[in-house]
């Protein structure tokens, strides 16, 4: 899992390289964090949580102020081993890098971990894990279920797709619950149990977690036994710290745990810190379970509040919907759940879901039609059982809109894309078109020609590319 941290409001971009924050030298001097520029990488619409650009990567231009002593506050303690740590250089290093951060924006981070905290300690603590290992989704994501790096790691706990899928996550062009928060936090609890037990210790483990296991167990190997009559009984998390400096291991795994223990030190005594944080309702919810495809638009309505908050509840789904011939749970806010269901109870099939029309056009056939829209031809011929391979031409079809994926949906959860008919057109761009005017010229939507080349930024385009055209 590669991935490093960067705080935001709404989404946190992560990558191996991700600039703002550097790995900590081990004998140098430790200078300022440095800052640089960030292209984030959204999935998906988010009308609850709009990324603040501005903040990916920034850090406060204030100094940290004067020194606090970490562990001196009363009533603060840690069930991982922070005091052993806690002088450690590295871990200084990222102390006061979290201090250069703008308090405000911690302060908005630490109250959306705090939504699920209650959540993701009982979990942990169910599998024999330490609740503070809660602080891992502060360094992963910002507990931000969109996160997303550029290694297409994703959510809250910034599972790849083999690994999630290895833990029992759906991932698809449908669903990606690597975005679930309880989900992920069941897999993940489940993962850190699992690596723990192979390795013995905890900081092992996450270094593990965020490397491999491999990676970690091949490192280990090569790294020279402790000079000691008992050298097999050397502290696993004390030989996380040698391999930290040794050069066995990534940077980015050499300053995970330091991370993590500066994350666990801070976010345990804000205030000392200078950050307010906001009382906030825990995650809680009430749920309905459907068999049909369902769109979160009309849930929201039978809810009466607002999409963005059902799609706050439900980030798994990346179609705003729920997919055909599955029983899938859609979470509702809590004390909406007879009121709702009540209602989805009433509504006819057709209701539950929105639609389009398409008119069939000269040699068109269902195959071609299904990959210009990139849907299944199986959920095409369901919503059209009338028809053959071959439609007249001036029909119209019926088009599952929820059966449309994204173009980002597709690449984050790393689905190639279907097939399309050798009569498919391409089109060479030249200096000075724009996307607008080719679309023009080949008579097919702006939407429809962004869909078919994956195009984020229209302006972005460049001489030379070749573009598909969609039938």
């Excluded at 992560?14 to 900590?24: D, I, K, W």
């Excluded at 590295?90 to 890098?97: I, T």
């Excluded at 993701?120 to 989704?137: K, S, T, V």
Aim: proline residues 8%; glycine residues 8%.
């Amino acid at each position: 899992m590669q991935r490093l941290l960067n705080l935001s409001i709404g989404v946190v971009v992560l990558g191996a390289c991700a600039p703002g924050l550097p790995p900590a030298p081990s004998l140098a001097p430790i200078p300022a964090p440095v800052h640089d520029s960030l292209s984030p990488l959204t999935v998906g619409p988010l009308p609850s949580q709009q990324p603040d650009v501005e903040f990916l990567g920034e850090l406060a231009s204030r100094a940290p102020g004067g020194d606090v002593a970490p562990l001196d506050a009363e009533d603060v303690t840690w069930d991982i081993d922070v005091s052993t740590y806690a002088t450690h250089p590295r871990v200084e290093y990222y102390l006061s890098y979290f201090r250069r951060i703008p308090a405000t924006r911690l302060a908005v981070v630490l109250d959306r971990g705090a939504r699920y905290e209650p959540m993701i300690r009982e979990r942990f603590e169910a599998e024999g894990l330490p609740g503070d290992l809660f602080y891992l989704a502060l360094i992963e994501s910002g507990y931000s279920s969109d996160a997303v790096s550029r290694a297409y790691a994703v959510g809250m706990w910034q599972f790849m797709r083999g690994t999630g899928r290895g833990y029992g996550l759906r991932v698809d062009t449908w669903v990606d619950e690597r975005r679930d928060p309880v989900k992920a936090t069941d897999a993940a609890a489940r993962h850190l149990r699992d690596l723990r037990e192979r390795f013995g210790s905890l900081y092992l483990a996450a270094a593990a977690y965020n490397a491999g296991a491999g990676k970690v167990s091949r490192s280990l190997g090569k790294l020279e036994p402790v000079e000691t009559a008992e050298p097999d009984l050397e502290d696993g998390n004390a030989a996380f710290f040698r391999l930290a400096e040794s050069d066995l291991l990534a940077n980015e795994t050499r300053d995970y745990v330091p991370k993590l223990i500066a994350a666990a030190i801070i976010a345990k005594q804000p205030a000392r810190y200078g950050i307010a944080t906001s009382p906030v309702e825990r995650f809680a919810y009430d749920s309905l379970v459907v068999t049909d495809p369902t769109g979160l638009d009309v849930v929201a309505r039978l809810a009466d509040v607002t999409l963005g908050e059902i799609r706050d509840l439900n980030p798994q789904y990346l179609r705003l919907a729920t997919p055909p011939r599955t029983m899938s749970v859609v979470r509702l806010p809590a004390g909406t759940g007879p009121a709702v269901a009540d209602g989805y109870a009433k509504l006819a099939p057709e209701e539950r879901v929105q639609y389009l029309t398409h008119v069939v056009r000269k040699q068109e056939t269902l195959t071609k039609i299904a990959a210009n829209y990139r849907i299944p031809l199986a959920d095409l011929r369901a919503a059209n059982p009338k028809q053959g391979a071959r439609p007249t031409t001036g029909t119209r079809l019926t088009i599952p809109a929820v059966a449309i994926p994204s173009a980002l949906a597709v690449r984050a959860t790393g689905e190639r894309r279907p097939h399309h008919s050798a009569g498919s057109r391409t089109h060479r761009v030249r200096r000075g078109e724009t996307l607008s005017g080719i679309a023009q010229r080949y008579r097919v939507s702006m939407t429809a020609l962004r869909r078919a080349n994956s195009i984020r930024n229209e302006h972005a385009l460049r001489a030379g590319t070749r573009l598909r055209i969609p039938g």
